[in-house]
């Protein structure tokens, strides 16, 4: 292949339009005043940059929307196995509000699949481009993001929803535009209405995190640190991809039949995430192990590194979700895409609402914006809204969004293999909203019930079970 040949260039010239994008999005952001109200991060603002600029011909024939599609892929795994690799600071209070608090977050999820399943169950009677699961895109691209949405999507495709990836990118962008916007709104009505009087005032004070550790490898020797980290991300990655292979490659001797092909095989390869997840703390265990034994004398896991490595492959992947959007599908679905993020927001803020006034009596509008912010757009996007009313995160609110996410993976894994059963039809999409209600059902007792037990003397007493917030 001749250097002067494009596809020799493709991969560096389509990142490099991702990461101007990013440059030109976070300049938009800080100098023109609407957009630095707004809240939206600069990754979203360089995406909707590229998508405007598509309405260009001559540019949407240049912008690889296949290609964006896979760096959006890519990057939901490698940050989820970045985030799993790091070595765990923060620790529960012991109050039970951060399972809680992981319940609260799928019960979501769940309300939004139930609203949204139900929405195209009924459409797809008359929609022939839509499929009755399509309506599961809602927590997965609101809740999710791009990723997840781009994943299940794809499958959704293969089972009959037209540009199925693009619906739920699109999905994913709305979700973003309705933190921003809706979460701004409502804070600009709290404070209008005085209530937030509670809230310490001040200007924000930066985190600062700790780039180096007594026992960490050398910033630079033989091998760079930062060299050391992306390898290790990597590598965890790269077993996932032989893991994901190895069971195709059974699949495609066709023990399995009809299922090992059209329902499993999409199913693994839209889960590289979890997989690469559970390599993750797979190799982060037999770090720990070899340390404790002193086979290896040094930290090679630098948290630091590996917080820069999962925020830029999540730039990335926003980046490149919004980018790999095809207008066409908004063309044909615009109704029911219309209906899923109006219903969609309203039902996760009045969900949200009703919950945080009882499960946060002393910080409940700070856990809503929090929330909310997170379930329609990102984590990052919740702390963004977080910070303009609690500047220096004196409440437990930051630290529930963090720690939710352990028991809210356990909790949300029988909705992530419902959204993979419900692409097989009209009666697999009524069983999966049956079985949504039922989950949401049993979150619910998880959030409100207090559970009781007898002390050692006889005298019953509470657990705490986190209703009191602690300032």
Same mark, same amino acid.
């Given at each position: 292949?001749?250097?002067?040949?494009?596809?020799?260039?493709?991969?560096?010239?389509?990142?490099?339009?991702?990461?101007?994008?990013?440059?030109? +999005?976070?300049?938009?952001?800080?100098?023109?005043?609407?957009?630095?109200?707004?809240?939206?991060?600069?990754?979203?603002?360089?995406?909707?940059?590229?998508?405007?600029?598509?309405?260009?011909?001559?540019?949407?024939?240049?912008?690889?929307?296949?290609?964006?599609?896979?760096?959006?892929?890519?990057? %939901?795994?490698?940050?989820?196995?970045?985030?799993?690799?790091?070595?765990?600071?923060?620790?529960?209070?012991?109050?039970?509000?951060?399972?809680?608090?992981?319940?609260?977050?799928?019960?979501?999820? %769940?309300?939004?699949?139930?609203?949204?399943?139900? *929405?195209?169950?009924?459409?797809?009677?008359?929609?022939?481009?839509?499929?009755?699961?399509?309506?599961?895109?809602?927590?997965?691209?609101?809740?999710?993001?791009?990723?997840?949405?781009?994943?299940? +999507?794809?499958?959704?495709?293969?089972?009959?929803?037209?540009?199925?990836?693009?619906?739920?990118?699109? *999905?994913?962008?709305?979700?973003?535009?309705?933190?921003?916007?809706?979460?701004?709104?409502?804070?600009?009505? %709290?404070?209008?209405?005085?209530?937030?009087?509670?809230?310490?005032?001040?200007?924000?004070?930066?985190?600062?995190?700790?780039?180096?550790?007594?026992?960490?490898?050398?910033?630079?020797?033989?091998?760079?640190?930062?060299?050391?980290?992306?390898?290790?991300?990597?590598?965890? =990655?790269?077993?996932? =991809?032989?893991?994901?292979?190895?069971?195709?490659?059974?699949?495609?001797?066709?023990?399995?039949?009809?299922?090992?092909?059209?329902?499993?095989?999409?199913?693994?390869?839209?889960?590289?995430?979890?997989?690469?997840?559970?390599?993750?703390?797979?190799? &982060?265990?037999?770090?720990?192990?070899?340390?404790?034994?002193?086979?290896?004398?040094?930290? =090679?896991?630098?948290?630091?590194?590996?917080?820069?490595?999962? +925020?830029?492959?999540?730039?990335?992947?926003?980046?490149?979700?919004?980018?790999?959007?095809?207008?066409?599908?908004?063309? &044909?679905?615009?109704?029911?895409?219309?209906?899923?993020?109006?219903?969609?927001?309203?039902?996760?803020?009045?969900?949200?609402?009703?919950?945080?006034?009882?499960?946060?009596?002393?910080?409940? =509008?700070?856990?809503?914006?929090?929330?909310?912010?997170?379930?329609?757009?990102?984590?990052?996007?919740?702390?963004?809204?977080?910070?303009?009313?609690?500047?220096?995160?004196?409440?437990?609110?930051?630290?529930? %969004?963090?720690?939710?996410?352990?028991?809210?993976?356990?909790?949300?894994?029988?909705?992530?293999?419902?959204?993979?059963?419900?692409?097989?039809?009209?009666?697999?999409?009524?069983?999966?909203?049956?079985?949504?209600?039922?989950?949401?059902?049993?979150?619910?007792?998880?959030?409100?019930?207090?559970?009781?037990?007898? &002390?050692?003397? +006889?005298?019953?007493?509470?657990?705490?079970?986190?209703?009191?917030?602690?300032?």
């Amino acid at each position: 292949m001749s250097t002067w040949d494009y596809s020799f260039w493709s991969a560096l010239v389509q990142i490099s339009i991702l990461l101007v994008a990013a440059l030109i +999005g976070n300049t938009v952001r800080r100098l023109v005043p609407f957009v630095r109200k707004s809240l939206l991060p600069s990754a979203v603002v360089g995406g909707l940059i590229i998508l405007i600029f598509k309405f260009i011909p001559a540019v949407n024939k240049f912008i690889d929307a296949n290609f964006m599609e896979g760096i959006a892929y890519h990057c %939901l795994a490698l940050g989820f196995i970045a985030i799993a690799l790091k070595n765990n600071v923060n620790k529960s209070d012991g109050t039970g509000i951060v399972v809680k608090t992981g319940a609260v977050v799928v019960g979501t999820y %769940l309300i939004q699949g139930i609203v949204g399943i139900t *929405i195209t169950i009924l459409l797809s009677l008359a929609i022939k481009e839509l499929i009755p699961a399509a309506g599961l895109l809602l927590p997965l691209g609101f809740g999710q993001g791009p990723g997840q949405a781009l994943n299940f +999507g794809s499958t959704y495709e293969l089972n009959g929803l037209y540009g199925g990836r693009s619906f739920g990118l699109t *999905i994913a962008t709305v979700g973003f535009l309705v933190a921003c916007i809706v979460g701004v709104i409502y804070l600009n009505i %709290l404070k209008h209405k005085n209530r937030l009087l509670d809230v310490n005032k001040g200007e924000f004070t930066e985190i600062v995190e700790q780039a180096d550790a007594p026992n960490d490898i050398p910033l630079s020797d033989s091998i760079d640190k930062f060299t050391v980290q992306v390898g290790i991300v990597l590598g965890t =990655y790269l077993l996932t =991809y032989l893991l994901m292979w190895g069971v195709t490659a059974i699949i495609d001797t066709g023990i399995l039949g009809n299922f090992g092909e059209n329902t499993l095989k999409p199913l693994i390869w839209g889960f590289n995430f979890l997989f690469g997840t559970l390599f993750a703390l797979l190799v &982060k265990k037999i770090i720990q192990l070899l340390r404790k034994c002193n086979a290896m004398k040094r930290d =090679y896991v630098n948290n630091y590194m590996m917080n820069r490595i999962s +925020g830029f492959v999540f730039d990335m992947m926003i980046l490149a979700g919004i980018s790999a959007i095809q207008f066409e599908v908004i063309q &044909k679905l615009w109704l029911p895409l219309l209906l899923l993020c109006v219903f969609g927001t309203a039902v996760t803020f009045v969900y949200l609402d009703f919950v945080c006034k009882r499960l946060y009596p002393t910080y409940r =509008y700070q856990a809503m914006v929090s929330l909310f912010g997170m379930l329609t757009g990102t984590a990052s996007t919740g702390m963004i809204l977080l910070r303009e009313i609690d500047p220096k995160f004196q409440t437990p609110a930051a630290n529930n %969004l963090i720690m939710q996410s352990v028991p809210a993976m356990a909790f949300g894994f029988p909705m992530l293999l419902l959204a993979g059963y419900a692409a097989g039809g009209m009666t697999a999409s009524i069983i999966t909203l049956a079985a949504c209600i039922g989950l949401f059902a049993v979150m619910n007792v998880i959030v409100f019930v207090k559970f009781k037990r007898k &002390k050692k003397t +006889g005298i019953g007493s509470d657990l705490s079970d986190g209703n009191q917030g602690e300032q």
